[in-house]
T-cell receptor
């Protein structure tokens, strides 16, 4: 079983739609969680951290369910510029060093 | 602004050649990482380093070695390139401090093709 699993998509949605991505992780001792965004032919960049209480950054909302070992990302009012691959990322040990990356979910927002 | 640079964007090598990929960061980060990214497999950690001359194996170190002689520079070496090492190679760096947001900053990547 992969340590971090994501639905690869692709998700094709119209502008203005709400879309949700899910991710599960296998290590119950994992300490911290993130969503990274990777544009086509570019490097990954941190989108947002995921906190136990859930957190919001503009149109983006991240949720964590430790009991089910499940992370989600909700994007409201999708823009064309949201088209990218979204990587679910887990810090398995709490150290500053290693992160485990999911293989990503591809989103295309259509005009 | 954090900047991580990699020596080449595209590289074509022949089987058996020795290949050097260089990465430089300008933010005085202690941690540096080398990943490869393949379709459907995501980013997989090859090696990382948390200090000069220190290195630790990641998930897929076979066929690779690394060198960190200066804090800002981390090199990935393919001693004898093989076709299954054709991939996108990404370097990243981060601060050593723990906490909830140990963000990794990535370079633009090197697409290596081994013929």
């Amino acid at each position: 079983r992969k340590e971090v699993e994501q639905d690869p998509g692709p998700f094709n949605v119209p502008e203005g739609a709400t879309v949700a991505f899910n991710c599960t992780y296998s290590n119950s001792a994992s300490q911290s969680f993130f969503w990274y965004r990777q544009d086509c032919r570019k490097e990954p960049k941190l989108l947002m951290s995921v906190y136990s209480s859930g957190n919001e950054d503009g149109r983006f909302t991240a949720q964590l369910n430790r009991a089910s070992q499940y992370i989600s990302l909700l994007i409201r009012d999708s823009k064309l510029s949201d088209s990218a691959t979204y990587l679910c990322v887990v810090n398995p040990s709490g150290s500053a060093r290693q992160l485990t990356f999911g293989s990503g979910t591809q989103l295309t927002v259509l005009p | 602004d954090v900047k991580v640079t990699q020596s080449s964007r595209y590289l074509v090598k022949r089987t058996g050649e020795k290949v050097f990929l260089e990465c430089v960061q300008d933010m005085d980060h202690e941690n540096m990482f080398w990943y490869r990214q393949d379709p459907g497999l995501g980013l997989r950690l090859i090696y990382f380093s948390y200090d000069v001359k220190m290195k630790e194996k990641g998930d897929i170190p076979e066929g690779y070695s690394v060198s960190r002689e200066k804090k800002e520079r981390f090199s990935l070496i393919l001693e004898s390139a093989s076709t299954n090492q054709t991939s996108m190679y990404l370097c990243a760096s981060s601060w050593i401090a723990g906490g909830p947001n140990n963000e990794q900053f990535f370079g633009p990547g090197t697409r290596l093709t081994v013929l």
